[in-house]
């Protein structure tokens, strides 16, 4: 069975010489314990990982919810898989389970301690993929992520509930082809805003406008200066940014948002490799009373039941488009998750196993 480790902890942006495929002998279940062999169907590449493989302080705020990733072991990630070997009679061969698997092709699974980290599938109406990015499922005993699918979730709670969106605001979102940003600008859409995406690519930019129905979309990389192409494409300013880059991106849109604008701060991945942090001008936030609230999905779990009746409802009406990015074979996880750091992803980053 084989697996990808962490050979060295990660400074800066990850390369694939960070990781290393290993071997190991097939797992067998115990007859005293109630286990289960999973067989990882498809794993989720996610940015939050990296945070998990640098050198960070134990005081670091980024360790509370997640532990580092412990050299020589396989990454525990996300993952769906199907059940090859049962020892439980909760479950049989052959049911599909989603949980915090690991980048690996075999998940051995003690279900009385692990209940809190994984669900049976129960119905077929969607692709198993999906309950990795657009929808989710939620497991009760959270310990630490104990939910799997995030990127629907976060678009949701983010927007609806960080944002405070008002009918036909204007609405910016960063790594908008993303899989959080695509979501968000998708739900921003239905909701009656002015949606605008920045995304790394001329073929991402044409996604979002003619694909997913944003107003408008511009590459960053083509611009040099941020400001004036927020100008540009909000002549009228700015009502909401959905921050999931920080940086010279934030700096600029504090500088085109309106009155009482909000920021949610989802994510800043521009950060995540590079040492320079955003300088936000804070004079222009008070002058504007700017909301900038940081938030985590963990302290949304309350709202899944509302979020997966409407997005199930969104997607069986094709009013949303779930965007996957799926590589082939557990040896492409490295080149996957770097990919994420270059955009080489559009939707939500999977690696298919089987
Ligand atoms: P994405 O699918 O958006 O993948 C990352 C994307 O970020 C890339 O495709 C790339 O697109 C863009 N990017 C990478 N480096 C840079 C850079 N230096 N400057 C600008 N854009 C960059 O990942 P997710 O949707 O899973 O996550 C999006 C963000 O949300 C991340 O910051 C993540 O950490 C955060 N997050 C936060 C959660 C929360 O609870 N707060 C939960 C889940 C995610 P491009 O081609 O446009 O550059």
Redo the contacts with the bound molecule.
């Keep these: 069975s084989k697996f990808v480790t962490l050979k060295n902890q990660i400074e800066g942006a990850p390369q694939e010489s960070n990781f290393e495929i290993k071997e190991t002998s097939l797992k067998q279940i115990s007859n005293d314990e109630a286990q289960l062999i999973v067989k990882n169907l498809y794993v989720s590449i996610?940015?939050?990982q990296l945070n998990r493989m640098k050198s960070l302080s134990s005081t670091h705020s980024a360790t509370k919810y997640a532990n580092q990733v412990k050299l020589g072991q396989a990454i525990d990630a996300h993952g769906v898989g199907r059940v090859v070997v049962c020892g439980d009679e909760r479950f049989k061969e052959g049911d599909l389970v989603v949980g915090h698997f690991g980048w690996e092709e075999y998940t051995l699974i003690n279900t009385t301690t692990a209940d809190g980290f994984f669900r049976k599938i129960e119905s077929s109406e969607f692709p198993p993929s999906y309950y990795l990015g657009i929808l989710g499922i939620k497991i009760d005993n959270w310990v630490r992520i104990a939910l799997e699918g995030?990127?629907g979730l976060?678009a949701y709670a983010?927007f609806f509930n960080v944002c405070k969106p008002k009918k036909g605001d204007f609405v910016f979102v960063?790594?908008?082809?993303?899989?959080?940003?695509n979501i968000v600008g998708q739900y921003a859409k239905l909701f009656g805003c002015y949606v605008v995406g920045?995304?790394?690519?001329n073929d991402?930019v044409d996604l979002l406008k003619n694909k997913l129905g944003f107003d408008d979309a511009f590459n960053?990389k083509e611009e040099t200066d941020f400001d004036s192409a927020l100008k540009r494409f909000f002549p009228h300013g700015i009502d909401i940014y959905f921050d999931?880059?920080g940086?010279e991106?934030l700096e600029a849109a504090i500088a085109n948002m309106n009155m009482f604008g909000r920021i949610a701060v989802?994510?800043?991945?521009?950060e995540?490799?590079?040492k320079r942090r955003s300088a936000p001008n804070m004079l222009d936030v008070i002058y504007k009373r700017i909301t900038i609230q940081g938030?985590?999905?963990?302290d949304y779990l309350h709202l899944f039941q509302e979020f997966m009746s409407f997005t199930c409802d969104q997607l069986r009406n094709d009013k949303i488009q779930a965007i996957e990015d799926i590589s082939m074979g557990l040896e492409s996880i490295p080149s996957a998750f770097v990919g994420?750091?270059?955009?080489?992803?559009v939707?939500?980053?999977l690696v298919q196993l089987e």
Excluded at 266 to 270: L, Q
């Design positions: 996610d940015p939050y995030i990127s976060t983010g960063s790594a908008a082809s993303g899989s959080v940003g920045s995304a790394g690519s991402k960053y999931n880059v940086g991106l989802c994510g800043v991945i521009s995540y490799t590079n938030f985590l999905l963990v994420l750091f270059n955009g080489s992803n939707g939500k980053k």
